[in-house]
């Protein structure tokens, strides 16, 4: 069963470096998102990504935050100025068309030191 | 403003018991609702789904209910296994359009052996 993964599965970084959080969508997929979940807390809309653009973007997705199809099956979410505040899970999920299930990714867990 | 809830953060309950997961939602305007089931250290993972042009839908040992009179909705699991131990969480999604999902803050289900 096709299934969207994520790379790295853990990253640790210093406040202030860059991260890019990698996400293979499922292959026939044409809407993408970013969520993010700060530990014990619920599952927070970041970002959709459709058509080669974000079609919406919550006010936790300001200007260090970037995402990028860069190809056929790469889905990326780049914050350039990392803060200790931005440690969480990191997931990315995918559909197919308007109106269906999004699929989650095992997600990335970024810890901001 | 748009919020989805759900009303007990803990259920306990006894291997073969049937659980109920309440969830309450607060967008009028919403008709996509999911119920995802996240285990430790992974993604959201889809269970079921219901539109809101149905009351009941029903899937493997899990049914969904929806009351949209009252904005409510739950989780019935019958027969309830160890594997079943997870955090449930119910999701809204308020335009069906760019397609964002809104989570709960969700409910830890743990089943007694």
């Known amino acids: 069963e096709p299934e969207v993964t994520q790379t790295p599965s853990h990253q640790v970084t210093q406040m202030g470096q860059e991260v890019i959080l990698r996400c293979v969508p499922i292959?026939?997929?044409?809407?993408f998102y970013w969520y993010r979940q700060i530990l014990g807390q619920k599952v927070e809309f970041l970002v959709s990504?459709?058509?080669?653009?974000?079609?919406?973007k919550s006010e936790i997705f300001d200007d260090q935050f970037s995402v990028e199809r860069p190809d056929g099956s790469n889905f990326t979410l780049k914050i350039r100025s990392t803060k200790l505040e931005d440690s969480a899970m990191y997931f990315c999920?995918?559909?197919?068309?308007?109106?269906?299930?999004?699929?989650f990714g095992p997600g990335t867990r970024l810890l901001v030191l | 403003g748009e919020s989805v809830g759900l009303h007990l953060p803990t259920l306990s309950v006894q291997e073969g018991d049937n659980s109920i997961i309440n969830c309450a939602y607060s967008?009028?305007?919403?008709?996509?609702f999911i119920w995802y089931k996240q285990e430790s250290g992974k993604g959201p993972q889809f269970i079921i789904d219901?539109?809101?042009?149905?009351d009941k839908r029903q899937g493997q040992r899990v049914t969904v209910l929806l009351n949209k009179t009252v904005k409510h909705l739950s989780l019935q699991i019958a027969a309830t296994q160890p594997g079943d131990s997870a955090v449930y969480f119910c999701a809204e999604n308020p335009d069906n359009q760019g397609g964002k999902l809104i989570f709960g803050q969700g409910t830890e289900l743990s089943v007694k052996p």
């Open positions: 990504f459709y058509n080669n653009e974000i079609s919406e």
């Open positions: 999920a995918s559909k197919r068309e308007q109106g269906e299930t999004q699929y």
């Open positions: 219901i539109r809101s042009n149905m």
């Open positions: 292959s026939n997929h044409l809407y």
């Open positions: 967008n009028s305007a919403s008709d996509y």
